[in-house]
Structure formats: C-alpha cells, structure tokens
C-alpha cells in the first residue's frame, strides 16, 4: 500500500493527513494527488526519505511525504 501524509495546509489535500491505499502499476505523483499549480512551487515533496516532485513515479510500498516550504528571518 502506498501512504501518502500530509503536514500543515497541505492536509486539506490529504484527508485527515494520512491515506493509504492500493497501487495496481506504478504511477506518476501528480495522477494521483491534485496539487493545485499555484502551491507546486511552495512545497517539499519526500518520496522513500528521498526529494521528489510531482513526476517522480510512485509503486505501492512507497511512503510519501508532503510539507510546506517554511520560511522566516
């Protein structure tokens, strides 16, 4: 099963923050998510531990991660 979490705004994206569930082939990240294109660029995307974006190809037993940009001074 792949899970997928969510921290922060980006929750509202992933219900409850955490979902798991069945991959039958391996798929590009944005089939399976909608992020709108106007975040894209405003978070950080963990695929495995690993840095990832919307077309890193995911396959079940993947974990991964989603979390805003935190920025400040």
Do not use: R, W
């Amino acid at each position: 099963m792949i899970k997928l979490i969510a921290i922060g705004f980006l929750t509202k994206y992933i219900s409850g923050g955490v979902i798991e569930f069945k991959l039958d082939s391996p798929k590009k990240l944005k089939d399976i998510i909608n992020i709108p294109s106007d975040i894209q660029n405003k978070i950080i995307i963990l695929i495995n531990n690993v840095a990832g974006n919307l077309d890193s190809i995911v396959d079940d037993d993947d974990t991964v991660a989603l979390m805003p940009i935190i920025g400040g001074g």
